[in-house]
């Protein structure tokens, strides 16, 4: 790799070896998602171009504050990462890098904003006209505006993928798409925020919910303000996406009936756990197996007791776990331990394999 300094870019990117495809990414967001989506290209790359016949560039990466990048000849994930105390460009919004990139796949992994995700759904319409294939961390474009999105990007013969706005790097989307052909949806039951699972069960060892959220905020699993996970819109956009993908419901979630964690005392979780049983946040969406209606898909997520004998008991801490209920295939548990922002990097990886591969 050509040594790179903040400020400085090389002219060109290097060519690709023979019979080796490359991908041009514009990259919005470079939190913890993006950044190590681009540490593991950076690791993968020879495994990339040898076992998949892919190089990937970056010709563009946007930040909310941390300046942009604009390299419309490409470059490797080593040379964004080295560029990455600062990026040398000031600030840019999302759709003018998308117009200004030349790339051929839009990552979209900004963090969700609290307008029903209006900016990545604006992003992804740009980068569908821009004749850009797009992948989305972000779950406020498939929450809010799934059935459109996805119309729109068949209209421009472009693709949608969005592994990770669910599970991190867990497949749902994909188990039903590689793994599942003609298996319908009935329903499903999942604990989906480790927010609350960490604070419910501090709480049930005696710790008072503002301590508890203190401590679930020092370890970082919660963000400053940790209102999407506590009042269940967090859990509540899982759900709607979920439901929109696989079950072709039409909602917002704003459909979706959320109870709130906030007045869960130690007393009730210590109550609870007595009686061999743990409070868990239920996100949950049934429909009737012979309805053809999909308004009639009805979803919530709620506290719920668990016995110890409920395959959902154990998601505690960072585990994840869905069931999932099919008609073919009865019931598919899918859990992830540890989720971390690593899984999620690695969903958008997966995506990006799909999309080059066309699966």
């Known amino acids: 790799m050509p040594e790179t300094t903040p400020g ?68 490797t994930a080593q ?15 999302g759709v003018d890098l998308i117009a200004a990139s030349g790339a051929d796949l839009l990552i979209e992994a900004t963090p969700l904003d609290p307008h029903g995700g209006r900016a990545a759904i604006a992003h992804l319409e740009a980068g569908f006209a821009h004749g850009l ?26 693709r949608l993928l969005f592994e990770g706005t669910v599970m991190d790097g867990c497949p749902v989307f994909s188990l039903f798409r590689s793994c599942l052909p003609g298996c319908r949806l009935l329903g499903f039951d999942a604990v989906f925020n480790s927010t609350t699972n960490y604070i419910l069960d501090a709480m049930g060892e005696g710790v008072g919910f503002a301590d508890a959220l203190a401590q679930v905020q020092a370890e970082g699993y919660a963000e400053t303000d940790p209102t999407h996970d506590l009042d269940g819109h967090d859990a509540a956009a899982k759900t709607a996406a979920l439901a929109n993908v696989l079950m072709a419901a039409v909602m917002t979630p704003d459909d979706v009936a959320k109870d709130s964690v906030r007045d869960v005392t130690p007393e009730r979780v210590a109550r609870t756990r007595a009686a061999g049983r743990r409070l868990r946040v239920v996100c949950s969406a049934t429909t009737d197996e012979v309805a053809t209606d999909t308004s009639r ?63």
Not at 44 to 67: I, M, N, P, Q
Not at 79 to 92: H, I, M, S
């Open 133 to 158: 294939d797009a992948i989305t961390v972000n779950k406020g474009p498939i929450a809010w505006d799934f059935r459109r999105l996805a119309d729109l990007a068949a209209s421009r013969g472009r």
């Open 297 to 359: 898909v009805r979803a919530a997520v709620r506290l719920t007791e668990l016995s110890g004998e409920h395959p959902l008991f154990s998601a505690s801490g960072s585990t994840l776990s869905v069931l999932l209920h099919t008609d073919l295939m009865g019931t598919i548990q899918v859990a992830e331990r540890d989720a971390l922002p690593e899984q999620t990097a690695y969903a958008v990886y997966a995506d990006l394999l799909a999309i080059h591969e066309g699966h």
């Open 79 to 93: 040379e964004v990462l080295a560029l990455a105390q600062r990026f040398p460009d000031a600030v840019t919004p």
């Open 8 to 75: 400085a870019m090389p002219d060109t990117a290097p060519d690709a070896a023979p019979g080796v495809v490359t991908r041009t990414v514009c990259l919005l967001g470079f939190g913890n998602v993006g950044r190590r989506f681009c540490e593991l290209v950076a690791r993968k790359t020879d495994e990339l171009a040898d076992g998949h016949g892919l190089r990937v560039l970056f010709s563009a990466v946007g930040t909310g504050s941390h300046g942009s990048l604009l390299a419309p000849h490409g470059l």
